[in-house]
């Protein structure tokens, strides 16, 4: 059964330099999602992307934050000049493009950030 | 707004015995309403998906949730539980737009 992967499972990073996450969607799908966890807290949105460009976003993915598919493949989440509350598990999702409504959104099964 | 509450954060069974897990949305609107399923250092994977058909979903592992508009309310069942259900389980609220919206979660716990 296809699924989404993430690369990688855990990252270590100093305050203050950027990281890179990286997802591989499900193939056949056009719709990609970030999400994040801080830990003991609930899952948030982060930012939808969908024909080369972000859909959706919410306040939480300001201009520390940015996404890009470089190929047809990959999907990225850039975090510069991170910061001790980035730490959080980094969750990335896919989805077909039937309509919203309709959507089943599939999770990967995340990245565990750690700014120290 | 929308927005979706569970209402236990913990819920401990015994093998064999049934499992509910309740969750409350609000929404203006009719919602998609989903639950996950995350076991320990896995993703998070659909159990169920509620879009305005039939109001009573079977999703996988013998797992169903019942929409209910008059209580606004999706609640998890199962009629006998296994060791292998013991995971952290999301209700997730979605309103035609790219984002879910995640309750806080409820941590089942099994007991042989």
């Known amino acids: 059964e296809p699924e989404v992967t993430q690369t990688p499972s855990h990252q270590v990073t100093q305050m203050g330099q950027e990281v890179i996450l990286r997802c591989v969607p499900i193939s056949n799908h056009l719709y990609f999602y970030w999400y994040r966890q801080i830990l003991g807290q609930k899952v948030e949105f982060l930012v939808s992307f969908y024909n080369n460009e972000i859909s959706e976003k919410s306040e939480i993915f300001d201009d520390q934050f940015s996404v890009e598919r470089p190929d047809g493949s990959n999907f990225t989440l850039k975090i510069r000049s991170t910061k001790l509350e980035d730490s959080a598990m980094y969750f990335c999702?896919?989805?077909?493009?039937?309509?919203?409504?309709?959507?089943?959104?599939?999770f990967g099964p995340g990245t565990r950030l750690l700014v120290l | 707004a929308q927005s979706v509450t569970q209402l236990d954060s913990h819920v401990s069974v015994s093998e064999g015995t049934p499992v509910l897990l309740r969750c409350n949305y609000s929404?203006?609107?009719?919602?998609?309403l989903f639950w996950y399923v995350q076991h320990p250092n896995k993703g998070l994977q659909l159990l169920l998906k509620y879009t305005s058909a039939a109001t009573l979903v079977k999703g996988i592992n013998g797992f169903e949730a019942e929409f209910k508009k008059s209580e606004t309310s999706f609640h998890l069942t199962k009629p006998s539980a296994h060791m292998s259900d013991a995971a952290e389980y999301f209700c997730?609220?979605?309103?035609?737009?790219?984002?879910?919206?995640f309750g806080t979660g409820t941590r089942l716990q099994v007991f042989p």
């Open positions: 997730v609220v979605s309103l035609n737009t790219d984002k879910l919206i």
């Open positions: 929404s203006s609107y009719s919602p998609s």
């Open positions: 999702a896919s989805s077909g493009g039937l309509g919203k409504l309709q959507e089943t959104q599939y």
